[in-house]
């Protein structure tokens, strides 16, 4: 054999062999000793883009003196502190618990359509540590040997690119009065824009637009909250348009309107509580709940406006965002076939943040929080509600004001089955609200080890009766390192003196102020270690 004929032949058994090497890899049979996408080989292939996995893990131990009297509510408690849902405080009981979250999120972007398609799928699966076992519910599974049928559906939707900076979205999807995509966005954000999840923090099914340009977002959506019987008219809808415009590198000013139509009877809602502004739902979530027949026709508007000063807090050392916001709307009931008006509403609420970066991080800040929510101390007796509506009398919760860095007086994001601040509404029952959270913080070790102290306080614009206007007034504190990327391990502890608006039992707002106590309920505490990681 000559040497031509030796050379040929030697190139065609590594041909033979690289392209069988390559038929393993791609048919995932035997071992890939052959490695041909390595990062040693010339045509080393991407990783596949097209599917992504991202997940949010929390695990916490608490200790508290907060718990519900009734074990109904024991497994999952959510609701305003002293509500219908039994909560209450004691100086002797104590509760302690670890509870567990992950909320795994899917994203399916494939190549075929070029990025201008994605499938969106995300769950929620958590459990308090030894709960139940070999059932099915939400909420729990963490008993021994576990296999309970827990999984709850966050979203599942679809978003369409047509064109650079439009979207759109379809399906159950995330629904945030901020202008800035929820999926785009980093969560901390969007508690300080907008109307800060105050109203709408949730997930609702429908179909909206947006566009994200540059120098403008623009938002339109339509949700169907309730469906109820497919054949009558008896559901509840939700529209709204929302508008931001960059008037410099530093300040964005912007305008909304929401629309609620109630023709839901109260049907339907969040198991037998039912929904809307005659509801016990509402009475659970803190709000006002309207003294009608739950077969209302209600038509609500919110009108508001928005401001910021670099939000993102990168700029200059300053940041400022605000909101006011009016809602006015007509309710009617049905008498005998007829549908009179039983109230007219006109709330307002307005809100103002600011903070300095004074270090180097942004963790080294001071901030101060003022919330104004109006409020009606005879309810609907006038035939007007003067104070604020929020989602929370549709869904539970629908509208989570966790921003503010309060842990008792206001809600904080660090819970996984137990949601009872005592303010879990910004309309207080309908009283009103005018209170407000003062925060520092600073990194020991930059971007490692940060400490926290922060203050709340809150008074109410309508008294109740047989008590005062004070709600109380909160301290708190965090310590919080930094494992890794958005990985870390937390400790939070906080007190609140209750005020005098607790020693008033009056319902007239639809639940007792202080769950029917004889004198002032003992004051709150809460103590944690949680673990947190942000994976993807």
Known sequence: MNKTSTLLLIILLVSTQLLSAQDTVQQGSGANKFNLFSKDMPYNAKANKEFQFLAFFITQGVNSNMYPKASLFNGQLVGRLFGPNSSTTSDTATSNYFEQRIIPFFIYQPKLFNGKAILRASFEIDWTWGDQAYGISGNKGGAINADQVNIQ??????????????????????????????????????????????????????????????????????????????EADDDVTLTELVYQRKLSMKWNVGGSIYWVRDRGKGQGGVSVFGEGLASPLAAYNGSFVFDIQRDYKADILWLGATVSRNPDFILDPFQLTGFLNYNLGTVRSNVNGVYEKTSDIAGFAGNIRAAYRYGRTLNDYVSADFIYASGDPNGIDDKKYT???????????????????????????????????????????????????????????????????????????????????????????????????????????????????????????????????????VNPYTAFIVYKWLMF
């Open 387 to 521: 104070g604020v509506i929020t989602g929370n009398s549709w869904g539970m919760p629908s509208s989570i004001f966790v921003g503010t860095g309060g842990y008792l007086l206001f809600p904080h994001a660090n819970v996984v089955n137990r949601f009872t601040p005592v303010v879990s509404d910004i309309s207080n029952m309908g009283y009103g609200l005018i209170g407000g959270t003062m925060n520092i913080a600073h990194d020991l070790i930059p971007n490692k080890l940060n400490v926290k102290a922060g203050t709340a306080m809150a008074v109410s614009p309508a008294k109740p009766q047989n008590g005062g206007r004070n709600l109380g007034t909160e301290i708190n504190g965090a310590v919080s390192y930094n494992l890794g990327p958005y990985m870390s391990i937390e400790m939070h502890a906080a007190y609140m003196w209750l005020g005098d608006f607790f020693d008033s039992t009056d319902d007239s707002h639809g639940s007792s102020i202080n769950g029917n106590s004889a004198t002032r309920p």
């Open 153 to 230: 559906t966050q979203n599942v939707e679809l978003e369409l690119i047509p064109a650079k900076n439009f979207a759109i979205n379809i399906g159950l999807q995330r629904l945030y009065d901020t202008p800035y995509n929820p999926y785009r966005t980093m969560f901390d954000k969007m508690t300080t824009t907008g109307y800060r999840l105050a109203y709408w923090g949730t997930d609702a099914v429908g179909v909206s637009a947006r566009y994200d340009g540059d120098y403008q977002k623009a938002k339109a959506g339509y949700y169907l909250l309730y469906e109820n019987n497919t």
